[in-house]
Nanobody, 123 residues
Framework: QVQLVESGGGLVQAGGSLRLSCAAS????????VGWFRQAPGKGREFVGG????????YYTDSVKGRFTISRDNAKNTVYLQMNSLKPEDTAVYYC????????????????WGPGTQVTVSS
């Protein structure tokens, strides 16, 4: 089992930037693809993007393409979510999770989850 902890959330004005980190401990983190999800109040958990275990590929949902970038540093057991040009609709709790297999958009295909970090974008 891999333990994950997200950090870097906060309050930012529209158009601003934040970088979230997902720090891992436990089993070899570099063996796993990692996804980022978010959940706004009253809504389901939404796939934001993902990165394969060797950073060969990254995937993004359409609403964040061109604004968000996922990267990882396996030596530091950390995955990053760089968020630029933030919009109020990006407000949510953001989670990282390890994939059971290939990256998909479905939360049930991920097993280890962090507790989440709140991102609030003011207009």
């Amino acid at each position: 089992q891999v333990q994950l902890v997200e950090s870097g959330g906060g309050l930012v004005q529209a158009g601003g930037s934040l970088r979230l980190s997902c720090a891992a401990s436990g089993r070899t983190f570099s063996n796993y693809a990692v996804g980022w999800f978010r959940q706004a109040p009253g809504k389901g958990r939404e796939f934001v993007g993902g990165i394969t275990w060797r950073s060969v590929s990254t995937y993004y949902t359409d609403s964040v393409k061109g604004r968000f970038t996922i990267s990882r540093d396996n030596a530091k057991n950390t995955v990053y979510l760089q968020m630029n040009s933030l919009k109020p609709e990006d407000t949510a709790v953001y989670y990282c999770a390890t994939a059971k297999g290939p990256i998909t958009t479905m939360p049930q295909n991920f097993d280890s989850w962090g507790p989440g970090t709140q991102v609030t974008v003011s207009s």
